[in-house]
C-alpha cells in the first residue's frame, strides 16, 4: 500500500514562529499536494509539484512556500505564522498519469496561538 | 467546471446497500467522476472513478447515469466503518481536485 507519512499529528506554535510540515511518500510519486481543511470550507489546495524541484500555486497560496528537493519528500513552510493558518493540513501524492487519484496522509492538525 | 449537488446528509442501516446520489447535470464530455470519502480524523481516501461505463472495484460500484448528467456511488453492504463523509467531484483528468462538502453518511446498527 501507498504510504502518505505526515511528520506531526498535532502541532502547536506561537504567531511569528516559521513552522514547517513534512511530507514523504514511499510509492515514487510523481505529484504531491497540499491541502488545509476548515470547518464549513472543505478542502482547499494550497501548492502542489509534479516533479522535484518543481512547485505551483493552488488557491491559497498567500502565507505559505514549498520545498520539494527529492522526490519522495514535500514541504510546507509557514514563514511566519498567524492565527488564521490554525488548520488540518493534509498532504497527498499521485501517479503521473493518474493524477486525481491522489493518496491522502493521515493529517497534521496545526494551532496557532 | 462541472458542479456536483449532493444531500448533506443520509442514514443507512448497517448490512444494507448504500446508495449515495450526485447530481452533476452540467458535466462535459471529458470530465470523470472521482468519488472519495473522509472518516474522522483522518485524510480523505480514494473510492473509484469513471468516465461514462459503470465501475466496481472491492470498495464500491459507480453507476453513472447514460447522459452523464448524475452518478451514484454504492456501498453493497454498508458497515459501521463506512459512516463518512462521500464527496463526488467531476474534473478533467489533468485538473486538480476540488472538494466540496460532500455527504455525512451515517450507518446505524
Known amino acids: 500500500d501507498v504510504k502518505v507519512t505526515q511528520s506531526s499529528r498535532y502541532l502547536v506554535k506561537r504567531t511569528g514562529e516559521k513552522v514547517f510540515l513534512e511530507c514523504v511518500q514511499d510509492m515514487d510519486h510523481e505529484n504531491m499536494f497540499w491541502y488545509r481543511q476548515d470547518p464549513g470550507l472543505g478542502l482547499r489546495l494550497i501548492y502542489f509539484s509534479y516533479d522535484v524541484k518543481m512547485k505551483e500555486k493552488g488557491d491559497i497560496p498567500e502565507g505559505y512556500s514549498v520545498s520539494r528537493e527529492k522526490k519522495e519528500r514535500f514541504s510546507l513552510i509557514l514563514e511566519s505564522a498567524s492565527t488564521n493558518q490554525t488548520s488540518m493540513y493534509l498532504c497527498a501524492s499521485s501517479w503521473g498519469a493518474g493524477a486525481n487519484v491522489l493518496t491522502f496522509g493521515a493529517g497534521s492538525r496545526l494551532t496557532v496561538l | 467546471d462541472a458542479k456536483t449537488t449532493q444531500p448533506p446528509s443520509m442514514d443507512c442501516a448497517e448490512g444494507r446497500a448504500a446508495n449515495l446520489p450526485c447530481n452533476h447535470s452540467t458535466i462535459s464530455g471529458n470530465e470523470y467522476v472521482y468519488w472519495y470519502r473522509q472518516i474522522h480524523s483522518q485524510g480523505p481516501q480514494y473510492i473509484i472513478h469513471g468516465l461514462k461505463n459503470n465501475e466496481t472495484n472491492e470498495m464500491a460500484s459507480l453507476i453513472i447515469t447514460e447522459d452523464r448528467k448524475s452518478s451514484t456511488l454504492i456501498l453493497p453492504h454498508a458497515t459501521l466503518r463506512d459512516t463518512a463523509v462521500y464527496y463526488c467531484?467531476?474534473?478533467?483528468?489533468?485538473?486538480?481536485?476540488?472538494f466540496g462538502t460532500g455527504t455525512r453518511l451515517q450507518v446505524f446498527p
Open positions: 467531484i467531476v474534473r478533467v483528468i489533468t485538473d486538480k481536485l476540488i
